[in-house]
T-cell receptor, first 115, second 113 residues
Framework: GAVVSQHPSRVICKSGTSVKIECRSLDFQATTMFWYRQFPKQSLMLMATSNEGSKATYEQGVEKDKFLINHASLTLSTLTVTSAHPEDSSFYIC???????????FGPGTRLTVT | AQSVTQLDSQVPVFEEAPVELRCNYSSSVSVYLFWYVQYPNQGLQLLLKYLSGSTLVESINGFEAEFNKSQTSFHLRKPSVHISDTAEYFCAVSPTNTDKLIFGTGTRLQVFP
C-alpha cells in the first residue's frame, strides 16, 4: 500500500529558531501533498495544499511567510516553521494524493515543541 | 462551505458490545465521505469511504457506515468491538470538485475488557 513518511517524528526547538519537517511518499508519486495541524483533542486543520513545482495554496488564517512549504519533487514536500514560538507547538501531519485517486495517505506526524 | 460534526468526543464500551459513532455533515455541494482511524502514536489510516453506489460501505475489520443523504449522516457501526479497536476515529468529507478533506473533531473509542 501507499506509504507516507515524515521526518523527524519529534523535535524540540528554542523560541526564535526555524524547524524543517519533511514529508515523503515512499512508493508512489504525489502530485499533491497536504499539511495539517492537530491540536490536542481537536481535529486536523488543513494548513495548505502543495502541488509539485508550484506555490502552495494556504488556507485562510495561515501565515505563508511563517509556514514555508516547498514541493520540489513528486515524492517530497517540506514544511519550515520559521521563527518558531511556543504557540506553534503542535502535531503537524502531512498527507499525499496518489495521482488520480480520491484517497489521501497520511504520514505518522511530527510533534513540534517550542520552548 | 462544509462542516463535519461528531457529537460524541468519547465513547466507552465493553468488549464484544456493539458501537455506533455518529457523524453528521453540512455541505451545499456533493461530497465524498470518509472515516479515518488513528491508533495511538500513529498516523491516520483510511477505514472506509463512500464515493458513489451502495450507501452501505464496509471495512475489512468489521466496521460499516451508511450514507444517509436525507439526514446528512454517515454513522460508523460495528456489531462487536475488540480491545484492539481502541483508537480515535475521524469522520471527514471532501467536496467532489476538490481534493480537500474537512475533518470532524474525532471520537475516542475506548474498549474495556
Amino acid at each position: 500500500g501507499a506509504v507516507v513518511s515524515q521526518h523527524p517524528s519529534r523535535v524540540i526547538c528554542k523560541s526564535g529558531t526555524s524547524v524543517k519537517i519533511e514529508c515523503r511518499s515512499l512508493d508512489f508519486q504525489a502530485t499533491t501533498m497536504f499539511w495539517y495541524r492537530q491540536f490536542p483533542k481537536q481535529s486536523l486543520m488543513l494548513m495548505a495544499t502543495s502541488n509539485e513545482g508550484s506555490k502552495a495554496t494556504y488556507e485562510q488564517g495561515v501565515e505563508k511567510d511563517k509556514f514555508l512549504i516547498n514541493h520540489a519533487s513528486l515524492t517530497l514536500s517540506t514544511l519550515t516553521v520559521t521563527s518558531a514560538h511556543p504557540e506553534d507547538s503542535s502535531f503537524y501531519i502531512c498527507s499525499a494524493n496518489d495521482a488520480g485517486s480520491y484517497e489521501q495517505y497520511f504520514g505518522p506526524g511530527t510533534r513540534l515543541t517550542v520552548t | 462551505a462544509q462542516s463535519v460534526t461528531q457529537l460524541d468526543s468519547q465513547v466507552p464500551v465493553f468488549e464484544e458490545a456493539p458501537v455506533e459513532l455518529r457523524c453528521n455533515y453540512s455541505s451545499s455541494v456533493s461530497v465524498y465521505l470518509f472515516w479515518y482511524v488513528q491508533y495511538p502514536n500513529q498516523g491516520l489510516q483510511l477505514l472506509l469511504k463512500y464515493l458513489s453506489g451502495s450507501t452501505l460501505v464496509e471495512s475489512i475489520n468489521g466496521f460499516e457506515a451508511e450514507f444517509n443523504k436525507s439526514q446528512t449522516s454517515f454513522h460508523l457501526r460495528k456489531p462487536s468491538v475488540h480491545i484492539s479497536d481502541t483508537a480515535e476515529y475521524f469522520c471527514a468529507v471532501s467536496p467532489t470538485n476538490t481534493d480537500k478533506l474537512i475533518f470532524g473533531t474525532g471520537t475516542r473509542l475506548q474498549v474495556f475488557p
